[in-house]
């Protein structure tokens, strides 16, 4: 079942009691209207995105995924947890949202619940599938991030450092060794520039036969992002989880 927890896994077996163009035309319906909902009139151009056009090509849930994390409610972001690996992406955001902790841990806990009944030895399985060395992005150096090229990884961390962009998404996407190039979907709309950027890093993932320089989106976003955005769900700061925590 890896590398999705259980009740990931009964939503997907779900979606196969349809003909298959038939659940791949509808999730291509819902990706454009979470499109239009979520850019509006510049949906034609963030369409253009590499990743996002890779989530069509693919019959991904990328852009379902960035309009759980866009919406930011406490049943949004449970929901997001079925996607293990980019669930951390909305940390900063619950961690500066006090309210939310409780409604978020009750719906998990609906969430996932039943599905021990289903399967009481699940969770166990599943971690031991994911930390098992089992999954070849990791193993194999496949995945879309920084980690297969470790000097580049080490400048672009003291690129951010020196030009002080702290930014959790650059460091959760680019040196994340288990995303796929289409889950930079999740990075769009920080800045126009990452469209005509992610054609240059797909023509340079063409060129060394990698995904690797797709991690570069990641750096670029942080650097294109104000470095202090006190209105930005993923600017994490001491100050805000102090208050929040003293509240």
Same mark, same amino acid.
């Given at each position: 079942?890896?590398?999705y927890?259980?009740?990931?896994?009964?939503?997907f077996?779900?979606?196969?009691?349809?003909p +298959?163009i038939?659940?791949?035309? *509808?999730?291509?319906?819902?990706?454009? #209207?979470i499109? #239009?909902y979520?850019?509006?009139?510049?949906?034609?151009? &963030?369409?253009? $995105?590499? @990743?996002i056009?890779?989530? /069509?090509?693919?019959?991904?849930f990328?852009?379902?995924?960035?309009? !759980?994390?866009?919406?930011?409610?406490?049943?949004?972001l449970?929901?997001?947890?079925l996607? +293990?690996?980019?669930?951390?992406? =909305?940390? +900063?955001? !619950?961690a500066t949202?006090?309210?939310? &902790?409780?409604?978020?841990?009750l &719906?998990?806990?609906?969430?996932y619940?039943?599905? /021990?009944l289903l399967?009481?030895?699940?969770?166990?399985?599943?971690?031991?599938?994911?930390?098992?060395?089992? %999954?070849g992005?990791?193993?194999s *150096?496949t995945?879309?991030s920084? &980690? @297969?090229?470790?000097?580049?990884?080490?400048?672009?961390?003291g !690129?951010?450092?020196?030009?002080?962009h $702290?930014?959790?998404?650059a460091?959760?996407?680019?040196?994340?060794p288990?995303l796929? =190039? $289409?889950?930079y979907t999740?990075l769009?709309?920080?800045?126009r520039?990452l469209? +005509?950027?992610?054609w240059? #890093? *797909?023509?340079?993932?063409?060129?060394v036969?990698a995904?690797?320089?797709?991690?570069?989106? *990641?750096?670029?976003?942080?650097?294109?992002s @104000?470095?202090?955005?006190?209105?930005? @769900?993923?600017?994490?700061?001491?100050?805000k989880?102090? %208050?929040?925590?003293?509240?």
């Amino acid at each position: 079942i890896a590398p999705y927890p259980l009740p990931a896994v009964v939503v997907f077996a779900m979606t196969t009691l349809a003909p +298959p163009i038939v659940g791949l035309i *509808g999730l291509s319906l819902l990706s454009v #209207v979470i499109l #239009v909902y979520l850019f509006k009139r510049e949906a034609l151009l &963030w369409i253009l $995105y590499l @990743p996002i056009l890779e989530s /069509f090509a693919l019959g991904q849930f990328s852009l379902v995924w960035l309009f !759980l994390l866009k919406r930011g409610s406490a049943l949004s972001l449970a929901l997001l947890t079925l996607k +293990p690996n980019l669930f951390p992406l =909305a940390l +900063p955001g !619950l961690a500066t949202r006090r309210d939310l &902790w409780r409604p978020f841990a009750l &719906w998990c806990i609906a969430i996932y619940a039943p599905t /021990f009944l289903l399967r009481p030895a699940w969770l166990a399985e599943w971690l031991t599938r994911v930390f098992g060395g089992h %999954d070849g992005r990791i193993v194999s *150096g496949t995945s879309a991030s920084l &980690w @297969p090229v470790p000097l580049l990884a080490f400048a672009g961390a003291g !690129l951010l450092l020196l030009t002080q962009h $702290y930014s959790w998404q650059a460091i959760f996407t680019s040196f994340n060794p288990t995303l796929r =190039a $289409y889950d930079y979907t999740l990075l769009a709309g920080i800045s126009r520039w990452l469209i +005509p950027l992610s054609w240059l #890093v *797909g023509a340079a993932m063409i060129a060394v036969q990698a995904a690797w320089p797709m991690a570069l989106i *990641g750096i670029a976003a942080a650097l294109l992002s @104000p470095v202090h955005e006190a209105s930005n @769900p993923t600017h994490l700061t001491r100050a805000k989880i102090r %208050d929040n925590l003293t509240a």
